[in-house]
C-alpha cells in the first residue's frame, strides 16, 4: 500500500532551492496527521553531501541518486530517475516546487505514474485516512478549487515558492540516507544541453527577505523606500504599477504575475491592494499598510493599517531611524 | 516536416466575474481568444514553415464554439485544422485530456508538436508534458526562441528558468511548449480571413481515435474537484487616521514589539 509524504527537493548548481525546506516543512505537518515518514528524494552530481541538510530541515529518509546525468536539469533522466525510485518505494503523495524544474518534470512523471497531478496549489491539508486536498487559484486569484485524487497514488502536486513555510533547522534530527541505483535507458536521452547560462535577478532575492518595504503607485519617489529596506535589514519589492512604469525591476513584483512573498513583516506603502497583488503576499506574518484612501482594499488584509500619505510616512520613518 | 500545434479557446480572463452565490464563473457575454502562450506556438510554427517549410496543422479540444478559434488560426495561415470533440470527453482533467490530443495526434502524424506553455483560464502547464510522455517523445518545456538546424537536422531551443537559460538540441520527434515572450503573433492575414472560409474544419471525435474509454471523460480523471471558494480574509485588522510623524512611530513600536528591530 501506498504510504508516506515525499518531496522532490530540487537543487541547481549543488545548492538546495527554498522551496524544498518549504516543502519539507508542509510534508512534515501532513505526515502528523497520518503518522506517516517524510521522504526526501535528492537528485545531482556531486550532492550526497547535501542529504544532511534535508534531515535536519525535516525529512525522515532522503532517497539520493548522485550521478553525472543529473548535474544540469534535463527532463528524461529526471523523470527516470524520479520513476524508479517512486515504484519501489510507492509514496503515498510526492510534492514538487511550481518552478520552471517542477512544473516540467511533475507532468511528464503523472502521464509515467498513470496518476493526477495538481498545480501551484496553495495550500495542502490531509485527513486521517491520507486523502490529500490541495487548494489552488484559479482565474487570476479569484477563485479557489480544492482538488482531490481519490483513487489514484502518489497523489501529486506542485507547490508555489514562498506559501509553505519551513521548520527551524534542526542538525540533531535523525534520518536515513538510501543511495539509489537507476537502470538508465539512455536510449531516451534525445535532449541536449549545448550551455547553460545564468542570469542575474537585479532586485535580490525577495522572496528570501525577512522584511519587505513594498511600494506602490501611490509612492512616486522609491529611495526613502530603499533607505528604509536597507535600515530594517530588509529588501525592496513593488506593487505591478510601478513595474509597469519603469520605476522598479519585475524582479522586484510582487503579486499573481510577480513573485509571491511571506516574510516576517511586509510594509506596503502606497499600494491599493488589487486582488493579484494580494495573492502574492498576503501570507505575510505581520502587514503594515499605508495608503490615503481608507477604503483601499490592502487594509482588509492588513494587520495594522494607517491612512496617510505614503511618501510622508516612509520620510519619518527614516528621520526616527537615524 | 509536419508541425502540430495544440491550441485552447479561453475566455479573456481580464473581463472574468464570479458569481458571489454559487461561486461559479459568469462566462456570459466573456469573450474568448486563443490562449496567449498557444497563439504564440501558432507563430512560432508559421515562421520555422516560412524559414524551413513545413505544414501547420492546428487543433483544439472542445465545444463546438472552438471551432471560432481554429478559424483564427487558419486565418493566421496554418494549413488545416481540426476540432477535437465528443460528449465522452467532457469533464477530462489533464491527464485525461492529454490521453485524448495524444491519441488525435498519433492519428494525424506529426514530427514536432507545439503547445503554449500554460493556458490563462488554468494556469496548470500539465498538458504539453503528459501529451508527449503519452506520445512517448522528449519535451521541451519554457521555451523562449527556436530554430532549426537544418544540415544538423535538430531543433534548437532556448530553454528559460528562472534564474538561467539552457540552448538544448534536440532531434527527431518532439513537444515543445512556448512562452509567449518568443514572438508577438502575426495579425490575420486578409487573403486569409476570405479564403479560409473554404476550408473545412476537420472534427474528430471518440470514434476516430484509439482511446480507452476509461482513461477519458470524467471517470478517466485521476483528479476531482471537490470544492470552490472565493476569497476570504481572516486577519485581525486596525486601521487608524493618524499624522505621519505619529504614523511612523506605531510602525516602528509595532516592528519593535515584534522583535524586528
Redesign the interface.
Known sequence: MAKNIWVFCEQ?DGEIQNVALELLGVARELAEKTGEKVGAILLGHNIKGKAADLIAYGADEVHVVDDERLG?????PYAQAVTQIAKEHTPSVILFGA???G??L???L???L???????CTKLEMDEEGNL?MTRP???????????????RPQMSTVRPGVMKKLDRDDFRKGEVVEENIAWDES?F??????????C?TCGQIENA??LVSCGRGVKDVAPARELALK?GGSVASSRALVDAGVMDHGCQVGQTGKTVRP??Y?AFGISGA?QH?AGM?ESE???A?NTD?NAPI???????????AA??L???N???Q | MKIIVCIKQVPNTTEIKIDPITNTLKRDGVPSIINPDDKTAIEAALQLKEKYGATVTVITMGPTQAEKALREALAMGADEAFLLTDRAFAGSDTLATSTIIAAAIKKLGADIVFCGRQAIDGDTAQVGPQISEHLGIPQITYAAAIDYDAERGALIVKRQFEDRYQTLEVKGQCLITILSTLDKPRYMNVWDIVGQDEKEIGIITFNDIEVDPETIGLKGSPTKVKSTATKQFDKTIETLELDPETAAKTIVDALKSRHLI
Open positions: 541547481r544540469m536539469f534535463v527532463t528524461e518552478t520552471s524544474i512544473r516540467d511533475a507532468p511528464r503523472s502521464a509515467r498513470k496518476t493526477g497531478l495538481t498545480a501551484d486536498f484559479a482565474f487570476g486569484g479569484n477563485l479557489f478549487a480544492t482538488i482531490i485524487c481519490p483513487d489514484h531516451k534525445s535532449v541536449t544541453v549545448l550551455e547553460e547560462v545564468a542570469e535577478q525577512k522584511l530594517l516576517q513583516a510594509l486582488i494580494l498576503e505581520f502587514i503594515v499605508v481608507k487594509f482588509k488584509v492588513a494587520n495594522l493599517g494607517i491612512v496617510a500619505d510622508a510616512v520620510k519619518n520613518l528621520k526616527i531611524l
